[in-house]
């Protein structure tokens, strides 16, 4: 199944889904497809990202603000990824990826992700992301506002606040 059909297959299917807010948490239920695969014969490394920008366009796309990006030249970058792998997703299995942004500070979202099969974390881990406009990053209070939503994160998770600081020492 082509990466590309799976894009606006999700794009085209998150219109019909009910409005969220950031801070909420979506599920998506996907299929792992063959060319999805490594030479272990489960779902490769590389694919979990990819997935996990499926998820994001699926999110952004509920919340109102792929649109509101349209309109004023923004778009979505990555910043970084934190991935733990516990153990494989197998070919033509279904499984369940459960997204959300539980905080944000003045310049990055963080996303939190886990794969799920059976009721098993599959994989899980957290990224983080800014929005890019003409002049560089948008502040997160500016991009907020925009959507209507107060600027004021909820408090950091422990992993969030751990990883951050990790992030920080590799790069010292």
């Known amino acids: 199944m082509n990466l590309y059909f799976r894009l606006l297959w999700v794009w085209w299917r998150a219109r019909f889904k009910p409005p969220i807010l950031i801070g909420d948490t979506i599920e998506m239920t996907l299929r792992v497809w063959p060319n999805d695969l490594d030479l272990n014969g489960h779902m490769n490394n590389g694919r979990y990202m990819t997935i996990i920008d499926l998820a994001l366009v699926e999110y952004l796309s509920r919340a109102g603000f792929l649109k509101l990006a349209w309109r004023h030249g923004w778009r979505p970058m990555l910043g ?51 929005i890019v406009g003409s002049g560089g990053i948008v502040s997160s209070e500016q991009t907020y506002a925009a959507l209507g939503q107060k600027a004021a994160s909820p408090p950091f998770p422990a992993s969030v606040l751990a990883w951050i600081e990790a992030d920080r020492l590799v790069r010292v």
């Open 80 to 130: 970084g990824s934190l991935i733990s792998f516990r153990r494989g997703l197998k070919p033509f299995r279904r499984y369940t990826l459960r997204f959300s942004m539980p905080c944000w500070d003045a310049r990055w979202s963080y996303m939190r992700f886990e794969f799920l099969q059976g009721g098993q974390v599959m994989a899980q881990g957290h990224a983080k992301g800014a």
